[in-house]
Every structure is written in C-alpha cells, then in structure tokens.
T-cell receptor, first 118, second 112 residues
Framework: AQTVTQSQPEMSVQEAETVTLSCTYD???????LFWYKQPPSRQMILVIR??????QNATENRFSVNFQKAAKSFSLKISDSQLGDTAMYFC???????????????FGKGTKLSVKP | ETGVTQSPTHLIKTRGQQVTLRCSSQ?????VSWYQQALGQGPQFIFQ???????GRGNFPPRFSGLQFPNYSSELNVNALELDDSALYLC???????????FGQGTRLTVV
C-alpha cells in the first residue's frame, strides 16, 4: 500500500524568506504523480504544483518549486519570497498512474501547517 | 474558484440519521471523487465515479454510497450516521481519473 509522510506538523517563516516543506512516500509503483496542495482556512484544496515520476526535471510554478528525489522517495516543496497569503495547511499527495490500473485516487499526508509572519 | 460546488456548506445531524451531500462538477469533467477529512488529518479517499460508474473505493463501510448523474454531478449518501462521521467532506472533479483534481469548498458535517 502506498503511504505519504509529512514529518513537520507545523512550520513558520518570516515574510520574504524561503521555506522548505518535507514529504516522503512509499510505493512499489514506477509510474505515478506527486502533488502539493494548499488548504487555507476557506477549506478549499488548491493545487500548488504537480510532478510526474517519469520526469527527472523538478517542477516549478512561480515562487514554488520541488526537489523530487525518486530513488529516495522524497518530494519536498520550496516556497521562495514567502507571502502572508501563503499561510495555510500544505498537503503532499500521491497518485498512481491510471494506466497502472488504479482508480486515480489521491493519497494524502497529514499536512504541515505553515505560518508566514510579517 | 474551481467551478466545483458543494451543498450544503454546513450540516448538523443526529446519530442514526441519514445524510445526502451534493457536488456539481466543473464543466467538461466526467470524474468525481469524494474524500473525508477528519479534523487535523489529511483527506481520506471514499470513492470515485467515472462516467456514472463507481471506479474505485477506499476503506469505507457500505453505509457510504454514492451516485453520479448524466450531467456528471454527484451525491454522497451516508446511512446510520455515527459520531465519527463528523468531518469535512470534499468533492473533487477531473477530466479523467488520472488528471488534475479540482476541489470544492467542502461540506462540514457534524453528527451529535
């Protein structure tokens, strides 16, 4: 069974600084996707960034980038130039490839609560 | 805004009752997934519907059931409510089962 582990329950960062959130996962699959979702107090889960396992290049989206280490099964999120609006719960999630026969459901970690301080 | 809407936003039910939660998927999406998020936890997969058929199910008892309609909207039904069913219920829609999932704002269910 696949599992996702986020070892940092809470983190804080000063506005404009950089922070890295950690995520490790366990799977025997070779084809899969990894995601970081943000959940602000409004409750809506918002996709931050996505990484396909077959791609060696790390995904980036503006201030957000990942460090994907497939052999180590590690998928960390780096937020640069942190902004007050980045304050939220961040969830790491895993999904096997549909072509592997899965139903495409997301498996989430327990989350990291990030506070950006002014 | 993702275009995925859920109703109601909040709900209080008594133990033993039945509840129906609704989800309107984003236009063009034929896949809907439901998740249960207990307080302080990550979402847990309940089940997924793809083109009106159940496409997979998580570790939830049969009293959790669902439907997907021809317009790809969906319902989650929970019978014989238990106190532990109190949670945020999230609906997510996607174009296909393995593409990006867009979440609604959830329904907060409280069972007393």
């Amino acid at each position: 069974a696949q599992t996702v582990t986020q070892s940092q329950p809470e983190m804080s960062v000063q506005e404009a600084e950089t922070v890295t959130l950690s995520c490790t996962y366990d799977t025997s699959e070779n084809n899969y996707y990894l995601f970081w979702y943000k959940q602000p107090p409004s409750r809506q889960m918002i996709l931050v960034i996505r990484q396909e396992a077959y791609k060696q290049q790390n995904a980036t989206e503006n201030r957000f980038s990942v460090n994907f280490q497939k052999a180590a099964k590690s998928f960390s999120l780096k937020i640069s130039d942190s902004q007050l609006g980045d304050t939220a719960m961040y969830f790491c999630a895993f999904m096997t490839s549909f072509y592997g026969g899965s139903q495409g459901n997301l498996i989430f970690g327990k989350g990291t609560k990030l506070s950006v301080k002014p | 805004e993702t275009g995925v809407t859920q109703s109601p936003t909040h709900l209080i039910k008594t133990r033993g009752q039945q509840v129906t939660l609704r989800c309107s998927s984003q236009s063009g999406h034929n896949t809907v997934s439901w998740y249960q998020q207990a307080l302080g936890q990550g979402p847990q997969f309940i089940f997924q519907y793809y083109r009106e058929e159940e496409n997979g199910r998580g570790n939830f008892p049969p009293r959790f059931s669902g439907l997907q309609f021809p317009n790809y909207s969906s319902e989650l039904n929970v019978n014989a409510l238990e106190l532990d069913d109190s949670a945020l219920y999230l609906c997510a829609s996607s174009v296909t089962p393995n593409t990006e999932a867009f979440f609604g704002q959830g329904t907060r269910l409280t069972v007393v």
